[in-house]
């Protein structure tokens, strides 16, 4: 899906536009004149129609007229994870924006589960506590170990999907 912003200008006496692309914006922006016959130059970038993923990750970023280019290349070049990445490092851990930084660096881990408490399962499944013998497998108090992960994990979601993740 394509991503389709709008340039609404801060002259309330200029008429806005809808863009789809960098170039399209610096073609429709060169002629843009207010009613006075003045250039128009300061913009309010708004997002209005493309994937929730990107819809999030323009909040995260707080798209404006500065980096929209380097949004529209990221929403383009990166796969959902990087987006992913971006906004938990932006919205949640204070991050700067810098489209140049591999969104593999913010050093987040990502579980793609709805609650602490299947992280727990998938934590004794996986075998981080060590093997544990059948029969005690029905003893053990997930709720429990859930509540201690909830000191270094967080719940979010992101694009309708709710997800954990770990800060390094």
């Known amino acids: 899906m394509e991503i389709l912003l709008h340039a609404q200008p801060y002259d309330i006496s200029a008429t806005g536009f809808y863009f789809k692309t960098a170039e399209e914006y610096d073609r429709k922006v060169r002629g843009l004149k207010n009613a006075y016959g003045d250039p128009v130059e300061e913009f309010e970038i708004q997002f209005i129609d493309g994937e929730e993923i990107d819809c999030e990750l323009a909040k995260a970023i707080g798209l404006n007229q500065a980096n929209f280019r380097d ?68 003893y053990i108090d997930f709720d429990a170990i859930a509540r201690d992960l909830a000191v270094e994990y967080s719940e979010i979601s992101i694009a309708g999907e709710r997800l954990i993740y770990r800060a390094s």
């Open 71 to 138: 949004y529209l290349i990221c929403v383009e070049d990166w796969e959902d994870w990087h987006k992913i990445n971006t906004i938990i490092a932006i919205g949640e851990l204070g991050y700067d924006f810098d489209a140049q930084c591999d969104p593999d660096h913010h050093g987040i881990d990502i579980y793609y589960v709805e609650t602490m408490r299947e992280l727990a399962e998938q934590f004794v499944d996986e075998g981080l506590f060590g093997e544990v013998p059948e029969s005690f497998q029905f």
